[in-house]
């Protein structure tokens, strides 16, 4: 258990320090987002094109992790909406749910914890993840919430390719392409150049979660306190426990081969709590209260839940 703790405990004391320095006043939530655009527009890309730029193809694209965390979210998605179409809530309010129950901040939170747990690999877990979340699990989310605040009979198409072509634009995807172009190539990019990446992208670990924590402050903690408990639910149980079952699945049917490394990573990295723009995106619709309270619980209680997969898993 202490080994377990040693990943933990640092992950949680930088997110209580980033919560201690706004709630203190010596950081602004607006320091936070600045901080928060850093690590996503710079830190971020930086450390994914040094991960997968440095490697060989065939080590970054793992099909088998793929498929087992496409499968499991899309399947999250699928069990969400109706638990929360079956729980009476209204089409925007469900597009919520099933956002927060599909959506892991695996840049800001999973990307440290991977660090600390598999050194050599959280590269590669990072690009992997943000392929099958910003392609796939993201697009449909959005969609979702499109279509529950418009219009009944606008076409779903532009809204879709508006969407994928937003997606397209971040600098994170932009990185993974050009990484993939760099190892694809074989092209040895000067060491000066490489060093440059990697200092940027060893800044990403550490702020993200300061970043994460301070965005804590302040957040509206009114709402619909059952539905945000269902949200929580869903992400740290649901998510994690349907992506196990398609790793599962496709284990036993002989479909992929995963290393064990992999196959604890994909869960590990469905069972992290909701991505940072949730609250954002749930303002949208005016739901930021739920949105806040389902984002503060997980979380929190992602702490219990993370030791014992960890405990379970590594």
Known sequence: MGAILSITFPIYAALGLGYGIVWKGWFTPEDMRRFGAYVLNI?????????VAAR???????PGYVLAYGLG?????AVSFVLFTLRGVDPRRRALGVMGSTCPNNGFVGYPIMLLTFPDLAG????????????????????????AGSTPG??????????????AKMPMLIALALGLVVSASGFALPGPFLRFV??????????????????????????????????????????????????????????????????????????????????VLAQ????????????LTATSLAFVTLTVLLWLLV
């Open 284 to 295: 949208r619709q005016g739901l930021e209260g739920a949105a806040s309270l389902a984002m």
């Open 154 to 167: 606008q076409p779903l198409l532009p809204k879709l390719r508006g969407i994928l072509w937003n997606m």
């Open 73 to 77: 979210g899309i399947a999250t998605i």
């Open 43 to 51: 830190a971020l890309p930086a450390l994914i094109f040094s991960a």
């Open 198 to 279: 990697d200092m940027l992208a060893a800044s990403a670990g550490a702020l993200s979660l300061v970043v994460i924590g301070g965005s804590l402050v302040g957040l509206p903690m009114h709402g619909n306190r059952s539905l945000a408990a269902q949200i929580a639910a869903s992400k740290l149980l649901l998510h994690p426990a349907l992506v196990a079952g398609a790793a599962a699945v496709l284990l036993w049917a002989g479909l992929v081969t995963m290393p064990k490394e992999l196959h604890s990573a994909v869960i590990l990295s469905a069972a992290m709590p909701m991505f940072g723009i949730y609250t």
């Open 124 to 147: 590669v877990i990072l690009a992997l993840n943000l392929l099958v979340e910003n392609l796939i699990l993201i697009p449909t989310c959005l969609l979702l919430m499109e279509l």
């Open 56 to 62: 060989n193809p065939a080590e970054v694209f793992q």
